[in-house]
């Protein structure tokens, strides 16, 4: 069976079927186009799944991609090579069940020009499996750059009937910023790359390699600095963040639900194989600097979140209070920590997911996101106010759900660490995030489903349900068997 599993098949299977959508020879039929889509996504989440059942941990799934027996850029020992280990593993799935769930969601949420909205989607999805799975620094820079041009497109792109009209200026926004920290990013790596060959006389771009040799602390210091930008802008560290919002209110609800649930973790995912793998030494120092940007992250815009009046703000500003959770686990510098941020990776994915899918419904319905103009929702959508309840329940923490399990392990990671007394202080005052999200979310809840309010809307259609429903279940399953996935995340370390 393992012969059949094959991770270029895995990455670049959604972008040879977005280059069939985008042919003039495909069907511009809307009924045919989305079902096409979502049987590819079905297919591709089946697929990772059948990878995950195979996955051995002593033995990572690798491959590598030559071309006429060269490799890709063989003068400059670059190679196109790929490698999954437990946590690539994890973020793949993940990465699929997100993309599965936005494929459905689209159906009420894009109304015109579905050949290039699921093409851009699929070519999106590709460029993210790339970047978890890439083992050569110069392939992830590839991806991580490849996924600016679908997400331009789906941010700004015209594809409901009421688009909004600041998407296009969000679109521009988010790629300035991210092309910003993509300068840093190459800078990084370029130095990286130079110092290498300097010290060994080989060219090589790989993971392995770069490993394989110590690095100096300063010269590690300024190339960990350089990384920090490029990957703070998409995780987003207070100050980089202004570009968030703004994408996630603007852009359709699919969309929304991608940013939140997979773009950012890019991020994370970056400062933890470039940061903290290969440049240790220097996020030692600089892990309780992080660790207050993370304090930040945290507290900060959870005050701003429950200040919003947007429902699709509050949950924007809530993913930003939620990655300093995870940027505080990586500081740790501990298991627990990382276990702990892959974990919370997985389970805010879910959360968000959900709730942007909550917040399209509601708009679809209602026209509005003003939390101040709705109301009454809970008794004219029940099955649409039971999944909102469970949410935003396991949004706050409450037992049985993941994000439970993750906030309190990065607590632990935090106050167990080795490191600075600061980043102990960090987790001691991060547990306000606990109740201040209970305040933000809970204002989420009643203020828009409580009370009472005009209008008939008819509940959550067929396919509404089994995204919510599919998401529930996950946040539940990974609540009460969190095993599954920490085992994974602690496989490689």
């Not at 020879?25 to 990772?48: P, Q």
């Not at 909205?117 to 070519?123: E, F, P, R, V």
């Not at 594809?159 to 909004?164: A, G, L, R, V």
């Not at 220097?282 to 600097?289: D, E, G, H, K, L």
């Amino acid at each position: 069976m393992e012969k059949f599993l094959s991770i270029p098949f895995l990455i670049f299977l959604p972008m040879l079927a977005s280059f069939v959508l985008m042919s003039p020879f495909f069907t511009r039929n809307e009924i045919i186009v989305r079902r096409f889509t979502k049987g590819l996504c079905g297919f591709h989440f089946l697929y990772s799944l059948l990878m995950l059942a195979f996955f051995d941990k002593a033995n990572p799934y690798t491959d590598k991609i030559s071309f006429f027996g060269l490799d890709w850029i063989q003068s400059i020992g670059v190679t196109f090579s790929f490698n999954l280990d437990g946590i690539g593993m994890i973020l793949v799935v993940l990465t699929s069940f997100i993309f599965l769930m936005a494929s459905i969601s689209s159906k009420l949420n894009i109304r015109k020009n579905h050949k290039f909205y699921y093409s851009m989607l699929l070519l999106l999805m590709s460029s993210i499996l790339g970047i978890f799975a890439a083992s050569d620094m110069f392939v992830f820079f590839m991806f991580w750059e490849l996924e600016l041009i679908p997400a331009y497109f789906l941010i700004g792109g015209d594809f409901s009937i009421e688009p909004h009209p600041e998407a296009k200026k969000s679109a521009v926004k988010f790629v300035l910023f991210t092309f910003f920290g993509s300068m840093f990013m190459l800078l990084g790596m370029l130095l990286l790359h130079y110092y290498n060959y300097v010290m060994t006389g080989v060219l090589s771009a790989s993971f392995t390699d770069i490993f394989a040799n110590p690095i100096p602390n300063s010269i590690q210091l300024l190339i960990a600095v350089c990384f920090l930008i490029g990957f703070g802008v998409k995780l987003p560290i207070i100050p980089l963040h202004t570009w968030l919002p703004d994408a996630h209110t603007n852009a359709p609800t699919p969309v929304s639900i991608i940013l939140a649930g997979i773009l950012l973790k890019t991020g994370a995912y970056g400062i933890l194989r470039f940061n903290y793998e290969i440049m240790y030494d220097s996020f030692v120092t600089i892990a309780p600097v992080l660790a207050v940007f993370a304090l930040i992250n945290i507290i900060y815009t959870a005050f701003v979140a429950y200040s919003q009046t947007d429902i699709k703000r509050i949950v924007a500003y809530s993913s930003i209070s939620n990655m300093g959770l995870i940027l505080l686990g990586l500081c740790a510098l501990n298991q627990i920590g990382i276990s702990a941020s892959v974990f919370h990776m997985v389970a805010h994915a879910l959360v968000t997911a959900g709730l942007f899918m909550i917040c399209g419904i509601v708009y679809l319905r209602c026209k509005t996101r003003d939390i101040n103009s709705l109301g009454g929702i809970a008794i004219q959508m029940p099955r649409l106010f039971g999944f909102a309840a469970l949410i935003v329940l396991a949004s706050i923490g409450v037992p049985l759900f993941a994000p439970f399990i993750s906030e309190i392990l990065t607590i632990m990671g935090a106050l167990f660490s080795e490191a600075e007394t600061v980043i102990k202080f960090a987790a001691v005052f991060s547990l306000p995030l606990l109740i201040l999200s209970s305040c933000y979310m809970l204002k989420f809840l009643h203020c828009a489903f409580m009370g009472e309010g005009e209008g008939n809307y008819n509940d959550i259609s067929v396919h509404e349900f089994v995204v919510l429903a599919s998401i529930t279940a996950g946040l539940i399953i990974f609540g009460i068997f969190p095993s599954v996935l920490l085992n994974l995340a602690g496989g490689q370390m």
